[in-house]
Nanobody, 123 residues
Framework: QVQLVESGGGLVQAGGSLRLSCAASGRTFSTFTMAWFRQAPGKEREIVAA????????YYADSVKGRFTISTDNAKNTLSLQMNSLKPDDTAVYYCAAKQGWLTRTANEYDYWGQGTQVTVAS
């Protein structure tokens, strides 16, 4: 079992920045592939970024490349998402997720989910 708790969402103006954090507990953090997903109203949940430990693989959706950075702090069992140059289209509920095995981009292949944190980008 893995428990995930997100924090850091909020309201920001377009062009601004936010940093999301996900605290993981329950099992060894570094044995899981970790990811950030988001879901906007009326849309499907989509992957934003993901990180696999071994071999090391990092994935970003095209829509966030160059603006978002996923990072991990193994000592603190924390996953972060630094979001810069935010756009109104980034408005969504952001979820932290975890799975064992290879990095994938499909939400239903992830076994563990946080409760989500709202990110709203005003134009």
């Amino acid at each position: 079992q893995v428990q995930l708790v997100e924090s850091g969402g909020g309201l920001v103006q377009a062009g601004g920045s936010l940093r999301l954090s996900c605290a993981a507990s329950g099992r060894t953090f570094s044995t899981f592939t970790m990811a950030w997903f988001r879901q906007a109203p009326g849309k499907e949940r989509e992957i934003v970024a993901a990180f696999q430990w071994n071999p090391s693989i990092t994935y970003y959706a095209d829509s966030v490349k160059g603006r978002f950075t996923i990072s991990t702090d193994n000592a603190k069992n924390t996953l972060s998402l630094q979001m810069n140059s935010l756009k109104p289209d980034d408005t969504a509920v952001y979820y932290c997720a975890a799975k064992q095995g290879w990095l994938t981009r499909t939400a239903n292949e992830y076994d563990y989910w946080g409760q989500g944190t709202q990110v709203t980008v005003a134009s």
